[in-house]
């Protein structure tokens, strides 16, 4: 699947109209492809803009497909994949865009998969893995804040943090295979306290980065915000104020919303979930079952819940038990139909009015301090993705391991087996020694195009 040998080609502008549409085409056969749908005979100067026509047509009639381009070459290696890549600027029109694809197809080309052009960029080494995940990232990004944290990666900051924490292991290693060649016991060319002392500080660097890690996962991924309460007590009416819709039903029946119902929301610049979940009561059908039933898994998977209760009534025994169930959570309990008087009395819940709108916004500051941990959001999580998480973890374990084998000054050899493995990790993340299988997901996620 990773042939980088064929040119391929894609529309890298999303489906549909617009003022432009551009293609991309990139391979050893670029510019004899893109000659095949311009009538431009000249040589395309490299990096200039060329205005030009489509020459496409079918049963003679090379009007088929009529539009003015402008058309850019990038001859390799400085291109976006590194190989040579012509551009072609067309009118956004659906119908000339997917002809000058056949015409291309026609010339040779193939058509490119999802992510293709950015694997070939990888393959090529214009991007680490690191970066070609991080352009995934910024395309994906809702909110300003995912789309600085993707552009810092795009820029090489955890790429750098993670090099000079592998030079410092392989500055090691060499000074412990030196030592290994000499036959008689000890260490010969570092001393273990000093071993122990360096592996104490990649540690410690480690673990700032993964102090961060939560934060930037959440950042990258968004948090599912699940609100929760028996019937009738204003989930619904909460839901559509704070996500600006009417997405959800609002009537005075009990046992109004049957299923989750979900809605993108930022918060602070925090991209969330919200979502709807059906009241809590010994339902009346099975809808109604299977809608709880639901609610009540939502719940688990929330990365915070938001018990409403009605605060100008008395406490239910369906409240007590979702409050006793949410106690060991991330939670924030509203006190919801303020407006009618607060007479329930319950320490740290916020009053609000979920018609009226009072107390949203500290409803929507608590929101944000409960999962960020109070924690004002610095715009450098420099770590935000599962992958890179869970093999810095593992890297982590690797040197601290290496690090108490070298206070018991344990031979060379063992502390040789976790610091190489270590390493191996730092490749995996930037993508040096990265199985195929591996790759493949990552770039499977991409659109065509990209
Ligand atoms: N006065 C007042 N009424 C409210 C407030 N919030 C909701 N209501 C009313 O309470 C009733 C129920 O509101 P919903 O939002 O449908 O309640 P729900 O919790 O989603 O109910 P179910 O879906 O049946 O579980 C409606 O008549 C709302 O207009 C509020 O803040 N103040
Ligand atoms: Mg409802």
């Given at each position: 699947m990773f042939s980088p040998d064929d040119t391929i080609v894609a529309i890298a502008t999303p489906p549909g109209r617009g003022g432009l549409g551009v293609i991309r085409i990139s391979g050893p056969d670029a510019l004899t492809v893109a000659s095949a749908v311009i009538t431009r005979r000249a040589p395309l100067v490299p990096r200039q803009a060329t205005f030009t026509r489509t020459r496409i047509g079918s049963g003679g009639d090379p009007r088929q497909a009529a539009d003015t381009v402008i058309v850019t070459s990038f001859p390799a290696p400085r291109s976006y994949t590194g190989q040579d890549v012509v551009e072609v600027?067309?009118?956004?029109?659906?119908?000339i865009l997917r002809a000058i694809i056949g015409a291309a197809v026609g010339a040779g080309a193939r058509l490119a998969r999802p992510g293709e052009f950015t694997l070939r960029a990888f393959l090529n080494g214009k991007l680490d893995?690191?970066?070609a995940e991080a352009v995934g990232d910024l395309i994906a990004a809702a909110t300003p804040l995912q789309a600085r944290v993707a552009f810092d990666q795009l820029e090489g900051t955890l790429t750098r943090r993670i090099a000079t924490l592998d030079a410092e292991l392989f500055d090691l290693i060499v000074k412990l295979e030196a030592s290994l060649d000499f036959p008689d016991e000890g260490y010969h060319f570092i001393e273990p306290a000093s071993i122990a002392t360096s592996l104490g500080r990649v540690a410690k660097q480690l673990d700032t980065l993964l102090g961060d890690a939560e934060r930037g996962r959440m950042i990258r991924d968004g948090a599912v915000v699940v609100i929760a309460g028996r019937t009738n007590v204003g989930k619904s009416s909460l839901f559509n104020y704070l996500s600006g819709s009417d997405r959800a039903i609002?009537?005075?029946v009990p046992g109004t919303t049957r299923d989750l119902i979900t809605e993108p929301l930022e918060v602070e610049g925090l991209a969330l979930t919200l979502v709807d979940t059906a009241g809590i009561r010994d339902a009346l059908d099975i809808v109604e079952r299977e809608g709880v039933a639901r609610g009540a898994r939502a719940r688990e998977v929330a990365?915070?819940?938001i018990v409403v209760l009605d605060g100008s009534s008395p406490l239910t025994q369906d409240d007590d038990e979702l409050?006793?169930?949410?106690s060991d959570v991330a939670r924030v309990v509203v006190l919801n139909k303020a407006d009618r008087g607060v007479t329930l009395e319950l320490?740290?819940?916020?009053?609000?009015?979920?018609?009226?709108?009072d107390g949203v916004p500290d409803l929507r500051l608590r929101i944000h301090a409960v999962l960020t941990g109070d924690e004002p959001l610095r715009d450098t999580a420099a770590i935000s993705n599962l992958r890179h998480i869970s093999l810095l973890r593992d890297a982590r374990t690797l040197v601290e391991s290496a690090?108490?084998?070298?206070?018991?000054?344990t031979p060379e050899e063992f502390l040789l087996v976790d610091l190489q493995a270590?390493?191996?990790?730092?490749?995996?993340?930037v993508g040096a020694r990265t199985p195929d299988d591996v790759l493949r997901q990552i770039f499977e996620r991409f659109c065509i195009g990209k």
């Open positions: 600027s067309a009118h956004g029109s659906p119908v893995l690191v970066q609002v009537t005075d990365d915070l819940v409050l006793e169930r949410t320490p740290g819940a916020l009053a609000v009015s979920a018609t009226r709108g690090r108490l084998a070298a206070i018991e000054a270590a390493r191996a990790h730092f490749d995996e993340i």
